[in-house]
């Protein structure tokens, strides 16, 4: 008995450490073919991702070289552009020089021939060829400031003035304006002691354009307003009309250059004017560091323009 237990002890131990070993032996196996197969997979993802970046990078070149090229016609095209506008300037200042000399003759001899004995007739025709050369002078001096802006020529002859001296010298010719169309031109106070160191003939310009156009816009009968105020380190304008008023989304767009208002219904005042009194007095008035913008509750509702210019000391 005792021999069969000293024989079946060592042959179960050895049985049972060969059970280990396949056990274990098997465990390992299934493990690296669990973790060659993960690696597998991790290296089909690695493959498919460095596959997508190699196309990327070929559409990234191909992109570039789009870019590349668009961005050669865009030197191109913009070297033509400023060659065209180069030429589109010089025309302009020929045509406004060569216009000029002959409409100071014909306005000249007009107004010689005014003078002499002639009948009623040709004293009306003389007066329409007057107010004729008047209309296109002034168009004439807007295109010539406009070549002059365009050209970075126009320059400001800055002093120091009285500010309210520039509108009281020129709100008598304006008043004649207002009562010939039959508006109601108000002045109000202006505040004295505002000296400003500007270009007062360029400043007055700028008052002009706004007044003019408020009585050009105002219907006979109605009001225009003209009021001044100190604000900080700004003197203020205003020019306040009850005329037809502008459409909220063109309050900005008539300060540019041969803009004019489409919502506005009346195509009589359009044609007296080419659009560019307003963006003529924007540059005059940032070439003085101030300030310009145009209000109005709407369409038929009247406008207020304004424009503030820093006092000068
Ligand atoms: N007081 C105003 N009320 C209503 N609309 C105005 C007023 N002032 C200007 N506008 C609008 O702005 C546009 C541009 O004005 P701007 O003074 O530049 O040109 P214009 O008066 O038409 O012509 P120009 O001044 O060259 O003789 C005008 O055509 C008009 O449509
Ligand atoms: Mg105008």
Redesign the pocket.
């Known amino acids: 008995m005792d021999i069969l237990l000293i024989m079946i002890v060592p042959v179960s131990l050895l049985l049972l450490g060969a059970g280990f070993l396949v056990v274990a032996q098997v465990s390992g196996f299934m493990q690296s073919t669990f973790f060659n197969s993960r690696q597998n997979f991790s290296n089909m993802i690695i493959q498919q991702y460095m596959e997508r970046i190699t196309l990327a990078q070929g559409q990234l070149y191909q992109r570039k070289q789009e870019l590349e090229a668009m961005s050669g016609k865009l030197a191109l095209s913009n070297q033509e552009l400023g060659r065209l506008n180069d030429m589109k300037s010089k025309f302009l200042s020929m045509v406004v020089h060569d216009v000029r000399t002959p409409l100071a003759s014909i306005r000249g001899f007009s107004e010689l021939l005014m003078k002499k004995k002639v009948g009623e007739k040709e004293t009306a025709y003389l007066k329409n060829i007057v107010s004729s050369t008047d209309q296109l002078g ?2 004439i001096a ?1 295109l010539t400031d406009l070549a002059m802006i365009e050209a970075g020529k126009l320059k400001m002859e800055k002093a120091l003035f009285e500010f309210p001296d520039m509108a009281r010298d020129i709100l008598p010719g304006l008043s004649i304006n207002a009562q010939k169309k039959g508006v109601d031109l108000v002045v109000h106070d202006f505040p004295d002691g505002v000296l400003v160191n500007g270009d007062k003939f360029r400043l007055s310009q700028v008052f002009m ?2 007044v ?3 009585i ?3 219907p006979a009968g109605k009001k225009v307003e003209v009021s001044f105020r100190r604000e900080g380190k700004y003197v203020d304008t205003l ?1 306040k ?1 009850s ?4 459409h909220p989304s ?1 309050t900005r767009k ?2 540019e ?6 919502y ?1 219904k009346d195509a009589a ?2 044609k ?10 924007q540059e005059v008035v940032r070439a003085h560091k101030g300030d310009i913008g ?1 209000q ?1 509750p709407g369409l038929g509702k ?2 207020t ?1 304004w424009f503030k210019i820093p006092v000068g000391t």
């Open positions: 002034r168009l807007d354009n706004l003019n156009n408020a050009k816009f105002t020019v009309d005329g037809i008023g502008i063109e008539i300060f250059k041969f803009y004019q208002a489409k506005q005042l359009r007296q004017g080419w659009g560019l009194g307003l963006s003529i007095a145009a109005s009247g406008s323009f």
